[in-house]
């Protein structure tokens, strides 16, 4: 079965700081992989995928960008963070119809 | 556009009772089903998932099911305890352009001991 790892659990960072978020996927390989956010009280907003390495989708403009440099790594950068970026960020997975795994998230809170 | 609607938005019950909660989909054209369960502050837990062709899935007290062609699901939780106190998500995997998984905005459900 599939493991997702996120890392880190919390962050604080300040307004115009850089940010970068890793996620790591075991128990699979060329997973299709996904970047969720989940604001305060609102549902889960998909935010990036990837079907390979190098390749990323992104479904909302927005600060947020995204790269696959392996096939189960996944990584979420800002270049300089707003407030309007504060929220709870999951990892995801699937292979084709199987089913989702999540990771565990990462909180991020800017101040 | 697919559209998922879980209703209740929450609900409380005492420790011991049966329950169900609702998802429903506007597009029936799916690959699959899933529910989730959510702690505060934690990540998605997978719970069933259920293939367009099946009718239902079961694991221990939960027993999830689907009815496509009227586009819901229900998952239903046996003998509830205060551990099931979490926010349940369903997702819907739609086949039609690129697919991708459309959750509801889930059920917060609180067992009372």
């Known amino acids: 079965s599939q493991t997702i790892h996120q890392w880190p659990a919390t962050l604080v960072q300040p307004v115009g700081s850089p940010l970068s978020l890793e996620c790591t996927v075991e128990g699979t390989s060329n997973p299709n992989l996904y970047w969720y956010r989940q604001a305060a009280g609102r549902g889960l907003q998909l935010l990036f995928y990837s079907v390979g390495i190098g390749q990323i989708s992104s479904e909302v403009p927005q600060n947020l960008s995204a790269s696959r440099p392996q096939d189960r790594q996944f990584i979420l950068s800002s270049k300089k963070l707003l407030l309007s970026d504060s929220g709870f960020y999951l990892c995801?997975?699937?292979?084709?119809?199987?089913?989702?795994?999540f990771g565990s998230g990462t909180r991020l809170t800017v101040v | 556009k697919q559209e998922v609607t879980q209703i209740p938005a929450a609900l409380s019950v005492p420790e011991g009772e049966n329950l169900v909660l609702n998802c429903s989909f506007t597009?029936?054209?799916?690959?699959?089903l899933q529910w989730f369960r959510q702690d505060p502050g934690k990540g998605l837990t997978s719970l069933l998932l259920?293939?367009?062709?099946?009718r239902e899935q079961t694991s221990g007290r939960l027993n999830a099911s689907l009815d496509k062609s009227s586009g819901r699901s229900t998952l239903y939780i046996a003998a509830s305890q205060p551990g099931d106190s979490a926010t349940y998500l369903c997702a819907v995997l739609s086949n039609f352009g690129n697919e991708k998984l459309t959750f509801g905005t889930g059920t917060r459900l609180t067992i009372i001991p």
């Open positions: 995801a997975s699937d292979r084709g119809g199987g089913g989702y795994t």
């Open positions: 597009d029936s054209a799916i690959y699959n």
């Open positions: 259920i293939q367009s062709s099946q």
